[in-house]
C-alpha cells in the first residue's frame, strides 16, 4: 500500500460526490446544513454491457481458435482481430485509419479510431493492445482492454455522443515486444498534434480471474477521475506501480502526455488485505494464465470486467463532456494504511494543508477509502486544525455492509484552510476488523 503524502491539482470529478452532511460537534460554531453536491457532468455516461464486451472476447477466442491458438504480432490471428475490431467501428460511423509498421521482420498495424466532432484542439483517447503472446489468445491480456475499450466506443455511438473534446480510441500492435506499436504512434505523431492530446488512458489487462482494482497514478487529476468512479460503486482502489513503463501507457507519458489507467493484476500474488476488500483468493495470482496458453475466455472475471468497462465510459463521458476547461480543486491525501482497532480507541490519520489562502469551503470534500467488514460499527469524524470536530458518519445497527468509500462534504467554512487536518474514525463494537486505506480533502 503506497504511503506517500501528496498535493495533487485535482480534476475534481463531476457527479461523483456524496452530498452527506457533515454536523459539526463540539465547541464550536452552530452545526452546518449538507452543502450541494458536485456540478453533475452535462451528459450521463452509460452503463456498459458485460453481455458485449463478453460478446467481442467470444469473438477474439473463436479467432485465436481457428489461427494456431493465438493472436501475436505477425501471426494470422493479429490482423484477423484488427479486421473484427476495424468492422464494428466502420459500421458504428467511426473514422478508422490502419498504421503499418515493421518489428522482428514481420508487419504489424495499429488501428486508430477517430469519432467525429469536437474541439480537434483537446483530444481524449483511450487505447488497448490488440495483440497476444504468441503462447495463447491473450483474452485477458489484453483482449480484455481491447473490448472494453471497443464497447465503449460503440456507446459513444449508440447515443450519438457530441463531447466538447474530440474522442480517440486505439488499439496498438506488438505491445508484447516492447510496446512497438504505441512507440510507433507516438513517435509519428507530429509534436502539435501530440500536445493535443489532453489525456491518454490506457486499459490493459481489466478482465483478471482473481481480480484487484488498480488505477494508474501517472496523473492526479486522471487517478481522481477512476477513483471517484469506483467510489460511486463503494469499491475500495489501490495505487498501480507494477505496470508503470510496461504498457501502451509509457510511450505517451514519456512524450509529455498524460496519461491514466485501470488494471487488474497480473501474475502478482494477491494478499490477504486485498482479498478482504476485493474478494478473490489470497495467496493466488491476479491471472495465474499470465503469458500462458490457459489466457482464454474462461479466464475472466465478469464482475471486473463489468465494473472496468463501466469505469472507462465514465472517464471518457466526464473527460469530454461539459466544459473544456473542467473546474479543478487541490487535493492532501494521506494513502498510508491505519489499522482500525475493534471495537477499541478512535485511530487518526493526518495530511497538512498548505498553500490554500483564508478559510476552508463551505463544502469541504472529505474522500474517505475505508476497508472494514462492518461499517455500521464505524464512525468518522473531520478534525480542523484547531480541534473543532465534524461528524461525517455516525454508528447504524443497521447498516451491514462492508468498507466505506464515498465523499463527505462539509461546511469547513469557520476553518482556517492550512494546517493539520485529521480523520478520526472509531470501531464501536466488536468482532469485525478493517483499516483507513486513504482519504483526502479537496479544496
Ligand atoms: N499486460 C502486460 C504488461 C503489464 C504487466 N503489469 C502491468 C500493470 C499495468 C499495465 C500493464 C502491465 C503485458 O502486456 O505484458
Ligand atoms: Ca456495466
Ligand atoms: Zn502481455
Ligand atoms: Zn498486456
Known amino acids: 500500500m503506497s504511503t506517500r503524502l501528496t498535493l495533487r491539482h485535482a480534476l475534481t470529478a463531476i457527479g461523483a460526490v456524496t452530498a452527506l452532511s457533515a454536523a459539526l460537534i463540539g465547541a464550536s460554531p452552530a452545526a452546518t446544513a449538507a452543502a450541494p453536491a458536485a456540478p453533475a457532468p452535462t451528459v450521463a455516461a452509460p452503463d456498459i454491457p458485460v453481455a458485449n464486451v463478453k460478446a467481442h472476447l467470444t469473438q477474439l477466442q473463436s479467432i485465436a481458435t481457428a489461427n494456431s491458438g493465438n493472436r501475436a504480432h505477425g501471426r494470422p490471428g493479429y490482423k484477423a482481430s484488427l479486421d473484427y475490431v476495424k468492422g464494428k467501428l466502420d459500421a458504428a460511423g467511426y473514422t478508422t485509419t490502419i498504421q503499418q509498421f515493421t518489428s522482428s521482420g514481420a508487419t504489424g498495424w495499429n488501428l486508430i479510431a477517430d469519432w467525429p466532432g469536437g474541439d480537434a484542439n483537446h483530444v481524449v483517447m483511450s487505447g488497448a493492445h490488440l495483440d497476444s503472446v504468441t503462447a495463447g489468445p491473450g483474452i485477458n491480456d489484453d483482449g480484455s482492454g481491447t473490448a472494453g475499450t471497443l464497447e465503449v466506443a460503440l456507446a459513444v455511438s449508440r447515443a450519438g455522443l457530441q463531447p466538447t473534446k474530440h474522442l480517440r480510441f486505439g488499439w496498438f500492435g506488438a505491445e508484447e515486444l516492447g510496446m512497438i506499436g504505441s512507440k510507433y504512434y507516438v513517435n509519428n505523431l507530429p509534436a502539435a498534434e501530440r500536445s493535443k492530446i489532453d489525456a491518454y488512458l490506457n486499459f490493459d489487462m481489466i478482465g483478471s480471474p482473481n481480480p484487484g482494482y488498480f488505477v494508474y497514478d501517472d496523473n492526479g487529476p486522471l487517478e481522481t477521475v477512476f477513483k471517484d468512479f469506483f ?135 472529505v474522500g474517505v477509502d475505508i476497508v472494514h467488514t462492518y461499517r455500521g460499527d464505524l464512525v468518522i469524524d473531520l478534525v480542523a486544525p484547531d480541534g473543532s470536530t465534524y461528524r461525517l458518519k455516525n454508528s447504524s445497527g443497521s447498516d451491514s455492509a462492508g468498507n466505506v468509500v464515498t465523499t463527505y462534504t462539509a461546511n469547513a467554512s469557520s476553518e482556517v484552510a492550512n494546517g493539520v487536518w485529521k480523520l478520526k474514525v472509531q470501531d464501536v463494537a466488536r468482532v469485525d476488523t478493517g483499516y483507513i486505506n486513504s482519504w483526502k480533502l479537496t479544496f
Open 231 to 365: 467510489a460511486t460503486r463503494g469499491i475500495p482502489t489501490e495505487i498501480e506501480t507494477e505496470g508503470d513503463g510496461r504498457s501502451d501507457h509509457a510511450p505517451f507519458k514519456s512524450a509529455g502526455v498524460p496519461v491514466g489507467g485501470l488494471f487488474s493484476g497480473a501474475d502478482y500474488t494477491k494478499t490477504a488485505a486485498q482479498a478482504q476488500k476485493w474478494g478473490g483468493t489470497s495467496g493466488q495470482a491476479f491471472d495465474a494464465c499470465y503469458h500462458r496458453s490457459c489466457d482464454t475466455s474462461a479466464n475472466l472475471n465478469d464482475s471486473a470486467l463489468d465494473n472496468n468497462s463501466d469505469a472507462i465510459a465514465y472517464a471518457v463521458w466526464n473527460l469530454s463532456t461539459g466544459t473544456t476547461t473542467p473546474p479543478t480543486g487541490t487535493v492532501f491525501e494521506n494513502t498510508t494504511d491505519v489499522a482500525i482497532p475493534d471495537a477499541g480507541a478512535a485511530v487518526t490519520s493526518s495530511v497538512t494543508v498548505s498553500g490554500i489562502a483564508g478559510n476552508a469551503p463551505s463544502a469541504l470534500q
